[in-house]
């Protein structure tokens, strides 16, 4: 079953808290990706990883950080969390640059 | 740089009618590109894309076109359903990265 799934669906944090946000794909792709999504902006794009311990920043990566030590798991790291950051979270793989994504269900965050 | 541009950020139609939505993209060499459906609640889902400069990609009666030469990828549908209310990215895709349109909030009247 090719599935991309986030953990968890909904949180609550105050200013200041770290905040981990969590992703998994059960396809072994290569490639995964953080987005946050909030209106008139459409998704813009936090990381890439292409694989293992290799990530690279994408447009809006100030705030963030993260963390892929298996194939099937892609960390989102907010330390000391921001109202700013308040927004949808969404994680997507694909196997290679022609490829379609898969997009998990996403997270929304909001950040008191 | 690259990008997409995606002007109209919000479509009202009627059942049956006929649907545009435009996209233009800007970038060097041949990339693919995507159209993304999001139903409310729900992350995007591919609904269709085209890799070939010139090629029609075609999907549950939605089709767009890769015109390399207008650098447009625009989407079309003959005639929209109720249950089409949903937004659409155009997206493009020139390597690792995937560069989406802001978005088009279709919303079909019964």
């Known amino acids: 079953d090719m599935k991309v799934t986030q953990m968890p669906r909904y949180l609550i944090k105050r200013m200041g808290e770290n905040v981990l946000l969590e992703c998994g794909q059960d396809?072994?792709?290569?490639?995964m990706y953080w987005y946050r999504q909030d209106p008139g902006l459409g998704l813009q794009l936090i990381y890439i990883?292409?694989?293992?311990?290799?990530?690279s920043e994408g447009d809006i990566p100030k705030g963030y950080r993260v963390s892929r030590k298996k194939r099937e798991h892609f960390s989102l790291i907010l330390d000391s969390a921001k109202t700013n950051q308040t927004s949808v979270y969404f994680c997507?793989?694909?196997?290679?640059?022609?490829?379609?994504?898969?997009f998990g269900p996403g997270t929304r965050l909001t950040v008191l | 740089g690259d990008s997409v541009i995606q002007m109209q950020g919000q479509v009202t139609l009627s059942e049956n009618d006929f649907l545009f939505i435009n996209c233009t993209y800007s970038?060097?060499?041949?990339?693919?590109l995507f159209w993304y459906v999001q139903y409310s609640g729900e992350g995007p889902q591919l609904l269709l894309q085209?890799?070939?400069?010139?090629n029609k990609g075609s999907s549950r009666g939605f089709e767009a076109t890769y015109d390399k030469g207008t650098t447009s990828f625009h989407l079309q549908k003959t005639s929209v359903q109720e249950i089409d209310s949903a937004v659409y990215y155009c997206?493009?895709?020139?390597?690792?990265?995937?560069?989406f349109g802001k978005g088009t909030h279709l919303h079909v009247l019964p």
């Open positions: 997507a793989s694909r196997t290679g640059n022609y490829a379609e994504q898969f």
């Open positions: 396809m072994s792709h290569e490639t």
């Open positions: 990883s292409y694989d293992v311990d290799s990530n």
């Open positions: 970038t060097t060499g041949y990339p693919t």
């Open positions: 085209v890799t070939t400069a010139n």
């Open positions: 997206a493009m895709s020139p390597a690792y990265k995937v560069i």
